[in-house]
């Protein structure tokens, strides 16, 4: 889900992705019970709650947390070690810095506290993600 090529960039956007992401946490939750989603990762069930109640705070390392309750995704360290590693190639294949990603995105973070996001030393939100990866591959040429 958080690492799949998005076929036709022009023809989605940001939010659009956000939507998917926030419709799967929503779909292991209800399938799982808050409940068990707590049981099974290090959340507490007002986190889980809170993931469905106000998405716009949920973070990638949550959201990885929460997917790996479905036999449908890997173990929640590795998936996030994942989802990290495909935002950087995804910056490397289209050649974009820093500097590039922050006028692209359009976001109020300083280049350091982007850096920091993109690297996982600073906590990234499923909604910073998806502007990320929507604008990596809209410039990635492939």
């Given at each position: 889900?958080?690492?799949?090529?998005?076929?036709?960039?022009?023809?989605t956007?940001p939010e659009?992705l956000?939507?998917?992401?926030?419709?799967?946490?929503?779909?292991?939750v209800?399938?799982?019970?808050?409940?068990?989603?707590?049981a099974e990762?290090?959340?507490?069930?007002?986190?889980?709650?809170?993931?469905?109640?106000?998405?716009?705070?949920?973070t990638v390392?949550?959201?990885?947390?929460v997917?790996?309750?479905?036999?449908?995704y890997?173990?929640a360290?590795d998936?996030l070690l994942?989802v990290?590693?495909?935002?950087m190639l995804?910056?490397?294949?289209?050649v974009?810095?820093?500097?590039a990603?922050?006028?692209?995105i359009?976001t109020?973070l300083?280049?350091?506290?982007?850096?920091?996001?993109?690297e996982?030393?600073r906590?990234m939100?499923?909604?910073e993600n998806?502007r990320?990866i929507?604008?990596?591959?809209?410039?990635?040429?492939?």
């Amino acid at each position: 889900m958080l690492t799949e090529e998005i076929a036709d960039p022009a023809a989605t956007t940001p939010e659009a992705l956000r939507t998917q992401y926030l419709a799967a946490l929503t779909a292991v939750v209800e399938e799982r019970g808050i409940e068990a989603v707590a049981a099974e990762t290090e959340l507490s069930t007002e986190r889980v709650e809170a993931i469905l109640d106000d998405p716009d705070a949920v973070t990638v390392a949550e959201a990885t947390a929460v997917l790996s309750c479905s036999p449908d995704y890997p173990a929640a360290d590795d998936y996030l070690l994942e989802v990290r590693d495909h935002l950087m190639l995804q910056m490397s294949s289209a050649v974009v810095d820093i500097g590039a990603l922050r006028r692209g995105i359009e976001t109020d973070l300083d280049p350091k506290e982007l850096q920091q996001k993109v690297e996982g030393r600073r906590e990234m939100t499923l909604t910073e993600n998806a502007r990320v990866i929507h604008h990596l591959a809209v410039e990635n040429p492939w």
